[in-house]
């Protein structure tokens, strides 16, 4: 059965307040965490405030973007009154619906939401490596909803969002390079029943056992920590700035200076695409393929292994140019052959001829694909070309 599922890293969550005078749960010290009384435990308190608005603007959008309906005809008639904690986690009744209260304009308007399962993403960096390992792992599943946050930076505030995940029977994956906050983490979801996964700590110890050498324990980018501006570093900056000079067919007297050249028509993702090998060191220049407009010379006149061609479903470009018109302005009333499906159909026809014209070229399907995995099929093609591994045939599509 499909569920929604949401990785995320909630990093102002405000603690619901307790009975009057219940103090909040904090750790003893920086590697232990105390135990609350049962009256504070996350799962069994009796009353419970509305949230904080943040954390109703998350639930409200998972709502929505999960298709779920929001009942808004059911006001709450007075708000001197506090709700009832929802059911334990692990209770017969936890995997019932639930009732979040969301607030709007000072009215409390009642939303129906289906319990999911929840992912929450933790990091005392930028929570790049957390993010990545979630969403390799998510890419096993379907139906899978994914929203991005802040990271942490102390163990308050981590406490708060393992108490909101124990409420909500989430899930921890955490990327602490903080031995003492990975601790409490370990600590906190083993005393509140938080299934849980430290991503970084194991390969840490790994490979400072490997390498006989303690690690630092500072994430990257904490005060202190000064890192060599390498001669890579100075490639990936020169790298980003000629790609943003290349976009769009900006000066083609440039391509033979291009590691890559990507072509396609409109709204194939080149310039994400672009920019995104950029941030990897490649120089990367896009040229678009617009019916009536010359492509230039340059372009065929360069090493033909630079160049990859892009092209894409064309009912999918369709949707896709018709919110880039939207976007721009242009109503429903003003027809323009950029988004009409005929149009469409012709420029990838005549895409597809200047591909077959130049068999070179790979030609890789973006339709589905995410931004990083075109890049991968991009990057894997180049170095196969610039090694001799494989030499593609434009009857072959990636």
Known sequence: MAFPAAAMSLPNLRQAPTAAGAPEPKPASPNQVSLPSDSEQPQQTSRKSRGSPQLNRWSMARAIRSGRKLDRGVQKAQSTEL??????????????????WLGNSGNDYFMEVTTGKQIYMVSDGTGWTAEHS????LGQFEHCL??????IDDVERLLEIIKQAAKEGAMLVYTLADPSMAESARQACSLWGVPSTDVLGPITEAVASHLGVSPSGLPRGAPGRNFALTDEYFRRIESVEFTIKQDDGALPQNLHKADIILAGVSRTGKTPL???LAQKGYKVANVPIVMGVQLPKTLFQVDPEKVF???INPVVLQTIRRVRAKS???????????????YVREELEFAGKIFAQNPGWPVIEVTGKAIEETAAVVLRLYHDRKQRCSMPRISKRY
């Open 83 to 100: 709700e009832p904690e929802p059911a334990p986690v692990g209770s017969p009744d936890s995997n019932a619906n639930n009732h979040a």
């Open 134 to 137: 979630v969403n390799a792992a």
């Open 146 to 151: 994914v929203d991005r946050g802040c990271p």
């Open 274 to 276: 672009s920019i995104y």
């Open 309 to 311: 061609g892009l092209t």
């Open 328 to 342: 721009l302005g242009f109503g429903t009333e003003a027809r323009s052959n950029y988004s009409e499906m005929d």
